[in-house]
């Protein structure tokens, strides 16, 4: 067989041994950085939550997160094992500044867009516009309300016809919608 045919094979299986021999370092490396904690050590899990090693088993580690607050992680999921001075400046800010943790945020978005002038009991109005009262909006200034139109008066034939139109369009073929 000429050797210039098994080059392909040769590449390729050099390629496979240095990808397998960087991810065995890479975990070998892990593991040392996971042999260093000791109870009192500040660590980031993987998932970037930040706490203080209380107790070290076989295959997880006690955290506490906040004093009193403990919980269970995998050694797995520990994503690095920080310094003392590090994990102050982490924790406590740049400049050893508490963080502001009485800061109450609302359970929904309503508090946020209320006016204090208008009255709490108001209900929004859910009415589908049709698409007359659109244009006719769409033409005033700022301020001015489109008129109503009433109930009682009849539609005329074109605007019947426009709204017919506008939905026998949307059935026919508008696949650009979707």
Do not use: C, W
Not at 66 to 78: D, M
Not at 161 to 166: P, V
């Amino acid at each position: 067989m000429d050797p210039i045919a098994l080059l392909p094979f040769i590449v390729i299986i050099g390629a496979m041994f240095l990808m397998t021999r960087s991810a065995k370092k890479k975990q070998r490396q892990a593991a040392e950085m996971r042999d260093q904690m000791q109870p009192g050590t500040g660590i980031r899990t993987i998932g970037g939550m930040y706490a203080v090693v209380k107790e070290i088993r076989e295959d997880s580690v006690l955290v506490e997160i906040e004093p009193g607050t403990h919980a269970l992680f995998a050694k797995n999921a520990i994503g690095a094992v920080l310094s003392d001075e590090e994990f102050d400046r982490i924790t406590n800010g740049p400049e050893g500044e508490e963080f502001d943790v009485d800061t109450v945020v609302p359970d929904d978005a309503s508090s946020l867009t209320q006016d204090e002038d208008a009255p709490s009991d108001a209900k929004p109005d859910l009415q589908k516009k049709d698409a007359g009262d659109d244009a006719d909006a769409a033409g005033k200034p700022d301020g001015e309300e489109p008129a109503e139109a009433s109930d009682d008066e009849p539609k005329t034939d074109s605007a019947k016809a426009d709204t017919a139109e506008a939905k026998d369009g949307k059935r026919d073929g508008d696949a650009d919608s979707k």
